[in-house]
């Protein structure tokens, strides 16, 4: 499923592969300056692909998919878990199940209606115990109890998603080389 042709994917990999900046960037780790250079370069074209709810998830996912790998941070993406799936999981399931301190949930719901948004963190909920470690990515700013970045061209909080990420990776074991010095 998650290998599937997807338009806004083949956009998102299709302008970084062309781009000239952004791998000079990634050695830099510059990841909020790419984070901000792929939506002022493709956020206008890519929410009128879709839904904009689902655009941006599918955005959001993308972005972190590329940004995690190139910043060496360990992640799994898109795992099913009991009954339904986990967006991102950092580390791993494994550290999630022996030791929730250490891991972090990002949930990107292709959905702004905050009744669903809040029954996912419901279920999320029941595998991490760890309410300040379930972190949501929104189209719009929406109040949650929870950690939330907004991806979207006005008052974006995505930007900075990757340092915090390393941030927490940094606290724990989890991230032994401190890859990003934080």
């Not at 580390?91 to 990107?108: A, G, H, N, Y």
Request: charged share 25%.
């Amino acid at each position: 499923m998650s290998d599937e042709s997807n338009p806004i994917k083949d956009y998102l990999f299709n302008y970084i592969e062309k781009s000239d900046t952004i791998p000079r960037l990634i050695s830099k780790q510059k990841f909020d300056v790419i984070i901000n250079e792929i939506l002022d370069n493709c956020y206008d074209d890519i929410v009128l692909m879709d839904k904009k709810d689902e655009s941006v998830g599918v955005l959001a996912t993308g972005i972190l998919h590329y940004l995690l790998t190139n910043a060496l941070l360990t992640s799994q993406r898109k795992v099913p878990y009991h009954d339904f799936e986990l967006d991102i999981v950092i580390p791993d399931v494994k550290t999630l199940e022996q030791d929730p301190k250490m891991s972090l949930l990002i949930l990107i719901p292709k959905s702004s209606d905050k009744k669903i948004i809040e029954q996912k963190i419901a279920q999320l909920n029941s595998v991490q115990p760890i309410k300040e470690n379930i972190w949501v990515v929104l189209s719009e700013n929406i109040s949650l109890d929870n950690k939330t970045f907004v991806l979207s061209k006005e008052n974006n909080s995505f930007s900075n998603i990757i340092f915090e990420i390393a941030q927490f990776s940094n606290v724990g074991k989890s991230n032994k080389f401190k890859i990003l010095r934080i």
